[in-house]
């Protein structure tokens, strides 16, 4: 395929010229490999594949999801495109009115349609670094951009810096981006620092995609404010990760507009019986939210008493862990080496570091067993 890219180049390159400049240089997306991928490239059976590395969730859905997808009758139908009955069971698991819901393909659609709806070309996007690589990307893709703020050590927001950085007469600068639970590092940004920042008047995006096993919401604050957005997953808590759910609540304006530009069938009708199938299943999946919030304290413990590592605190179901003594990366194709897969990161603000998703106490007992065996 390359030589073909290439060849094509050496031709004049007449179709690239019509591409847009600012999206040729793009850096892609790193995103999660599939399992059946991760079997072959470790040399293991993929039921021998440990998979840590995508803050899945490693009980599953509901088993009446199953059961529902199998026996749904209308997959030959076009779904509903204003989502009616799904805002309406959403609505009712937020406790909201359904007019301020949209669903989205995973929260990744709508964190890009929220940038449609609001960038012109070259306005600003804040990104407090290190967090989740869709908002840089996203904002790329659609004409804007990032303005990344620094955290700082422990990984709290800088308050001033978002502040300086959107400066008081800064029109172009749109929206600003935070995730809580923030990912990849576990911590929840509190509710007093959200509404500093809502007084700025530019857009607030929450990314509460871990808010289950946090319990930290400001999603009951979003009707009183024109300009702040949550958005959440049911990716992690549920289980529905390869059906791609996802869902924000907006004030009622942008909701509106939201609907109105978004693909008309974005919502497949699997994911839509899987997500109704799962809020009539809510005790099924709390009690496996409260193993993986449980596993993960264990994690976490099981982590701080090996000294090459320092673990950090989380509200996720994930940990990040700094290699305070030895090569992140060497442990990371170490452990790929027997079937465990992790997330590795070596940027500016996460140096030789390793995030563990949380899985069954069998997951933890193995990766520590092979940890040890390595350092």
Known sequence: MMGDIERWRGQGGEIEKMMRGDLLGLKAYQPIIPPEVLSERAGVPIEGVIKLDGNENPYGCSPKVGRA?????????????????????????????????V????????????????????????NCVPTFGMYPFCTEICGGKVIDVPRDKSYTIDIAGIKEAVGEKNEKTKII????????????????????LVKLGKVVVIDEAYYEFSGTTVAPLVPRYENLIVLRSFSKWAGLAGLRIGYGIFPALIAEQLLKIKQPYNINLAAQVALQESLADIEYLQDTVQKIISERERLFQKLGELKFLKPFPSQANFILCAVVKGNARVIHEGL??????????DTPLLRNSLRISVGRPEHTDALIEA?????
């Open 103 to 126: 669903a989205g393909a995973g929260s990744d659609e709508l964190i890009d349609l929220i940038l449609r709806l609001f960038l012109e070309p070259g306005d600003g996007v804040i």
């Open 177 to 196: 981006f935070i995730a809580s639970p923030n990912n990849p590092t576990g911590n929840i940004t509190p509710q007093r620092d959200i509404l500093e």
């Open 69 to 101: 997808l199998a026996g749904y009758p209308f997959y030959h139908i076009y779904p509903d495109p204003e989502q009616r009955e799904l805002r309406k069971a959403l609505a009712g698991y937020v406790g909201m009115e359904a007019a301020h819901i």
């Open 336 to 345: 790929q080496k027997k079937g465990i897969f992790l997330r590795y990161f």
């Open 371 to 375: 940890l040890k065996e390595m350092c």
